[in-house]
């Protein structure tokens, strides 16, 4: 299974529009479905935020550009919302996958989806 059919998998919830995997340190970009694609700073501003999320606590994160509130952020989720729609980043232990709702998601049913395609991803080493 290429790296693609895990975004492709993502974004076939409904409850994202676009996901991407990169690396853990945020140098590539493994997968990308919908065409999410994030700036060197902002990668590297999650990256970082895994380590120490107070930075992101308190300014939050950008993502394709856009501020995103955050609303979570812990050595394994980061959560951002800007207006009605949002971002959910998920750490494993050599990727960090990342996927945008859409306005008219539940974020509680959004984070199901993704929390579990990580936890996939740690089961099988990733």
């Given at each position: 299974m290429s790296w693609n059919a895990y975004t492709d998998n993502i974004v076939a919830s409904t409850l994202f529009d676009k996901a991407a995997i990169y690396s853990a340190d945020g140098a590539g970009v493994w997968a990308n479905t919908g065409n999410l694609t994030l700036q060197p700073g902002e990668i590297q501003a999650i990256v970082s935020g895994f380590a120490d999320p107070s930075q992101l606590q308190m300014n939050g994160f950008h993502v394709e550009g856009v501020k995103q509130f955050c609303i979570k952020a812990d050595e394994r989720s980061i959560y951002g919302k800007h207006d009605l729609e949002g971002v959910m980043c998920?750490?494993?232990?050599?990727?960090?996958?990342?996927?945008?709702?859409?306005?008219?998601?539940?974020?509680?049913?959004?984070?199901?989806?993704?929390?579990?395609?990580?936890?996939?991803?740690?089961?099988?080493?990733?």
């Open positions: 998920v750490k494993t232990k050599q990727a960090i996958i990342i996927a945008h709702y859409p306005t008219g998601v539940v974020a509680g049913n959004a984070a199901n989806v993704i929390e579990k395609m990580g936890d996939y991803l740690i089961s099988v080493g990733y």
